[in-house]
C-alpha cells in the first residue's frame, strides 16, 4: 500500500536535515505506529506524505500503490487515496462544514474520473455516519472547525476520513487533546474503518491510543530514522521504561 | 486666494463651461442655482485634498468623460429572478419602453425630469446633499444637483409588495451621465431599492434618501462589470428615531470607482448598517469613502466593507464615525479589510474616530492580508483544487459583508454573481 524508502527530508527554510532516510512499508489491512520522542520527525512525516510545503525531499521515495506520492499536489494525493487526520485541524472561517465535505468528496470523484456524489446520496450517507460519531446536524451546519472543542476537531476529522473512505489514513497524533471518552469514541471511530484494502498509519506519543486500535505492527522513530520495529508488545514496553533504554539499545 | 484653492475652482469653471444645467427645472431651479454657486466656490476636488489623498479624482472632474468599451457577455440579468418594479437608464437616460409602468401600491414615483411641482420633492431635493458637505466637502456631489438631467422621485407612504429596481444599461461608448435620485421613506414603511449596471463610460450618481421614524430602507447594489468606466457615486441618508438603513454594495471590475456614503442618524435608537464587497483584478481602482454621523441617543452604527485585489489592483477605505455630544449610548463600528491574492495590490485605509460623548462604545478593525497557507492545505489535502479552495476562502471571506444583505434570495443572488467572477478569472 504505502512504501517508504530512504526518504530524506529537510526545511525549506533552514538547513535542517529532519527525516535522515526512513524505511517504512503498510501493507493494506494492517495498522502501523509509529511512536518516538518529540522531535523525532513524526509529524514531519505525515506533513511529507500529504504535500505541505515548507519541507524539501533530499533524498529517498515514498509510493502509494506504487505510484510516486512526492511528485504529486497536496489534492492529487488525496484523490489518489491518502488521507491525513490533522494533528491540529485548521478552523477555516466562512467556509460551512458541509459545503467544504461535499466539495472534497466530489473533487476527489471527479479527479479519478467517477460519477459524483448527489446532494440526496450525501446527506443520507452524512447523517448516518455523523451520528456514529456523535456529531450533530448543527456542528455540520457550522464553519470547518470554527468553536469546535478538541474532541469535536478530531471527531470531525474521522468524519471526513469515513466519507472520503481512503485507501491509506494517517493519523497525526489524534490522541492528543482527547479525554478518556473522546479518546474511545475516536478510536471506535477509526475502528469501524479498518479494512482489508486500507491500511493506517498512527502516529502517537503514547500507548494509550492503541490500547483502543491495536496496532499490528510498531515503529519506534528517533531522530528522523525509525530504529527499531517490532509487535504490539514494542508499545508497552516504551509505555512501561520510556524511550530511553530503546535508543541506548539502538545507539 | 490660496493657489489650491484658484486651481480647484478653475477646474470647476472648466468642467462648467458650455455645460448647460437643465433650464425649466421648475421646483428644482433654486436648489440648483444654489449647488451650482457651491461648487464655483468650493472648486472641485484635487488630490491635495484630504479625502482625495488615496485616489485621484481627476477622470472624474475633467471636462470630458473619457471613453469605456462595452463589456459585452452572455448572462442572467442581475436580480432577473426577483419579482421587481424596474425602471431603466441607458446611458443615464430614462427608457420608458424598457421601464414598467411606474406606478406600485404604498408608493408615488415620479420622473426628476418630469418638472411638474412635486412639493415633498422640492423640500429634500439637494437638502441632504448640502448637508452633508459639512465637515468634508463633497464637490462632485455639488455637481450633481447642479447639472442632473434625470432620476426618480419615490415616496413610499406604506410598504409596497416589492421592491423598486433602477437598472443603469450602458450602451454608449463615450456616456456622461448624471443622475439624482430623491427618496423619503414615511414613517413606518418600508423600502426596498436594488440598483445594478454600469450606467454609463463615466457616471456621476447621487441618491438622497429620508427615512423618517420607525421607517426601513433596504438597498442592494451591484455596480456594472464594464472594465474601463468610471463612477462616482453619492449616497445621503438621515435617519428617524427607531428607523434601520442597511445598504449593501457589490464592485467587481471598473478602472474607477469611488462611493461614498454620508449618514446622519438623527433621531435616538436608529440602526444604520452599510456594507460593500470589491473585487478588482489589474486595471481597478475602487474607493469607498464613509461618514457615519451619531447625533441621537442609543443608535447603532455598522460599516464592513472587504476587497479582493489582485494583479496590481487599489483599493481604498476612509471611513469615519463622528460621534455628537449628547449622542450617549452610541455602538459604532467600522471594519474593513482587503484580501491580496498577490503581492503587486495595495489597500489603502483611513479609520477615523470622532467622539465628544462620553458613554459610547466605537470601535475599528482594518487588516490586510493572503490567503491564510495552513487553511489551504488543509483544504487540498482533503482533495480540494487549489483554484477551488482559493475560491472558497475568498467568498469565505466576503461573506460577513454579504450577510449584511437581509433578504436570503438576493444575497443568494449576490453570492452567485461573486462565485462567477471568480470562476471567470480562475479559468483565465
Known amino acids: 500500500m504505502l512504501e517508504i524508502k530512504g526518504l530524506k527530508v529537510k526545511l525549506e527554510e533552514e538547513d535542517k536535515q529532519i527525516l535522515k532516510g526512513v524505511d517504512l512499508k503498510v501493507e493494506a489491512g494492517k495498522v502501523h505506529a509509529i511512536m518516538g520522542p518529540n522531535g523525532s520527525g513524526k509529524s514531519t512525516l505525515s506533513y511529507v506524505l500529504s504535500g505541505k510545503s515548507g519541507y524539501e525531499v533530499t533524498g529517498g521515495s515514498a509510493t502509494l500503490e506504487g505510484d510516486d506520492l512526492l511528485d504529486m499536489e497536496p489534492e492529487e494525493r488525496a484523490a489518489a487515496g491518502l488521507f491525513l487526520a490533522f494533528q491540529y485541524p485548521v478552523e477555516i472561517p466562512g467556509v460551512g462544514n458541509m459545503t467544504f465535505l461535499r466539495t472534497a468528496v466530489n473533487s476527489q470523484r471527479k479527479a479519478r474520473g467517477e460519477e459524483e456524489m448527489s446532494a440526496t446520496d450525501f446527506l443520507k450517507e452524512i447523517r448516518a455516519k455523523a451520528k456514529d460519531l456523535k456529531i450533530n446536524a448543527e456542528m455540520l451546519k457550522r464553519p470547518v472547525n470554527v468553536g469546535f472543542s478538541g474532541g469535536e476537531k478530531k471527531r470531525n476529522e474521522v468524519l471526513q476520513m469515513a466519507m472520503l473512505a481512503p485507501k491509506m489514513c494517517v493519523l497525526d497524533e489524534t490522541d492528543s487533546g482527547l479525554d478518556v471518552d473522546a479518546m474511545k469514541l475516536v478510536a471506535e471511530g477509526v475502528n469501524a474503518l479498518r479494512d482489508e484494502g486500507r491500511g493506517f498509519l498512527v502516529i502517537t506519543h503514547y500507548q494509550r491510543l492503541l490500547d483502543h486500535i491495536k496496532p499490528d505492527v510498531v515503529h519506534i522513530m528517533a531522530n528522523g530514522r525509525i530504529v527499531k520495529t517490532g509487535g504490539p508488545e514494542l508499545a508497552i514496553e516504551v509505555e512501561n521504561n520510556g524511550y530511553a533504554d530503546i535508543l541506548a539499545e539502538v545507539a | ?428
Open chain 2, 1 to 428: 486666494m490660496n493657489a489650491l484653492l484658484k486651481s480647484k475652482q478653475e477646474a470647476a469653471a472648466s468642467r462648467l463651461d458650455g455645460v448647460q444645467a437643465p433650464t425649466d427645472a421648475g421646483w428644482s431651479t433654486h436648489a440648483r442655482e444654489d449647488a451650482l454657486a457651491r461648487v464655483r466656490s468650493t472648486g472641485l476636488p484635487s488630490r491635495r485634498d484630504e479625502y482625495w489623498k488615496f485616489t485621484r479624482p481627476d477622470r472624474l472632474t475633467a471636462a470630458e468623460g473619457s471613453e469605456a468599451a462595452l463589456f459585452l457577455h452572455e448572462e442572467a440579468p442581475v436580480f432577473g429572478d426577483h419579482d421587481r418594479l424596474k425602471i431603466v437608464f441607458v446611458d443615464g437616460v430614462f427608457s420608458a419602453e424598457r421601464s414598467d409602468d411606474l406606478t406600485l401600491e404604498g408608493l408615488e414615483i415620479s420622473r426628476l425630469a418630469d418638472a411638474s411641482d412635486i412639493s415633498w420633492a422640492a423640500e429634500l431635493y439637494g437638502k441632504l446633499e448640502t448637508s452633508g458637505q459639512t465637515p468634508v466637502e463633497r464637490p462632485l456631489a455639488a455637481l450633481n444637483t447642479a447639472l442632473a438631467t434625470d432620476g426618480v422621485l419615490i415616496r413610499a407612504f406604506e410598504t409596497p409588495s416589492k421592491p423598486v429596481s433602477l437598472i443603469y444599461v450602458h450602451e454608449d461608448t463615450h456616456s456622461d451621465a448624471i443622475l439624482h435620485h430623491v427618496i423619503k421613506v414615511e414613517a413606518g414603511a418600508s423600502l426596498t431599492l436594488l440598483e445594478n449596471g454600469p450606467a454609463a463610460a463615466r457616471f456621476n450618481k447621487c441618491l438622497e434618501v429620508d427615512i423618517a421614524d420607525s421607517a426601513e430602507f433596504h438597498h442592494v447594489r451591484a455596480q456594472g462589470r464594464d472594465h474601463e468606466r468610471c463612477a462616482v457615486t453619492h449616497l445621503f441618508a438621515r435617519l428617524g428615531e427607531e428607523s434601520t438603513f442597511k445598504s449593501f454594495t457589490l464592485t467587481v471590475n471598473g478602472v474607477l470607482t469611488r462611493n461614498e456614503v454620508v449618514i446622519d442618524l438623527t433621531g435616538d435608537n436608529a440602526f444604520a448598517h452599510v456594507a460593500g464587497a470589491a473585487l478588482g483584478d489589474g486595471d481597478f481602482v475602487h474607493d469607498d469613502t464613509v461618514f457615519v454621523t451619531h447625533d441621537a441617543v442609543n443608535c447603532e452604527s455598522r460599516q464592513v466593507f472587504k476587497k479582493v485585489l489582485r494583479n496590481g489592483a487599489t483599493g481604498v477605505f476612509q471611513g469615519k464615525i463622528l460621534v455628537k455630544a449628547g449622542a450617549q449610548k452610541t455602538d459604532g463600528y467600522q471594519k474593513s479589510q482587503s484580501l491580496m491574492l498577490d503581492g503587486d495590490s495595495q489597500f489603502l485605509a483611513k479609520p477615523e474616530l470622532e467622539i465628544y460623548a462620553d458613554d459610547v462604545a466605537c470601535s475599528h478593525g482594518s487588516t490586510s492580508g493572503a490567503i491564510d497557507e495552513d487553511a489551504l492545505f488543509y483544504l487540498r489535502a482533503r482533495g480540494i483544487p487549489k483554484t477551488v479552495a482559493i475560491d472558497f476562502m475568498t467568498l469565505a471571506f466576503l461573506a460577513e459583508a454579504v450577510e449584511e444583505i437581509d433578504n436570503q434570495a438576493l444575497a443568494d443572488e449576490i453570492n452567485g454573481r461573486l462565485e462567477g467572477w471568480l470562476t471567470r478569472r480562475s479559468a483565465s
